[in-house]
């Protein structure tokens, strides 16, 4: 695999995360064809929030991969650290070569480097591919996760 490089999102980079969100078979909102304003905000709220970090994978200067991480502070684990890893994306074109597993062991490590007690994630139970990928990196299916649409 060529060099693939983990960073954080910049600006520029907004158009790229969208269009593999939109690669992804799950929809559960009608996504609006172009970058919004409100999409724009959020970025730059979520961007600007030290407790969260959107990064993004590149090779040779292309967008492959993105995964939004959320650090939680908690008063179970003796006030731990979670690490909370959501938007999980890799290139549909991209898939098999270990882009995924690198951009989660980036994760793992800033988590240990921080001191994290635990990373956590949901995963849609049609995503089977993605079940095995996660338990593979050693997640296991511990909790049941409910969402509530609004």
């Known amino acids: 695999m060529r060099s693939l490089i983990i960073r954080i ?25 172009e970058v919004t304003i409100n ?30 991480v959320t650090w939680m502070r908690m008063l179970s684990a003796d006030g731990g650290l979670y690490c909370q890893v959501e938007a999980v994306r890799t290139s549909t074109t991209m898939r098999g070569q270990g882009i995924g597993r690198t951009l989660m ?6 988590a240990r480097k921080r001191g994290a007690a635990r990373m956590q994630l949901t995963s849609n139970r049609q995503r089977t ?5 996660y ?16």
């Open 9 to 33: 999102a910049e600006a520029d980079d907004l158009d790229a995360i969208l269009a593999l969100t939109a690669e992804d078979s799950m929809h559960y909102f009608n996504e609006p064809g």
């Open 39 to 68: 999409q724009r905000d959020a970025f730059e709220e979520i961007t600007a929030d030290p407790n969260q970090d959107l990064l993004v994978g590149e090779i040779d200067g292309r967008v492959v991969c993105t995964a939004q």
């Open 105 to 110: 062991a980036s994760i793992e490590s800033e």
């Open 129 to 133: 591919r993605a079940h095995a990928f």
């Open 135 to 150: 338990e593979d990196l050693g997640f296991t299916a511990s909790h049941i996760g409910m969402k509530k649409y609004l």
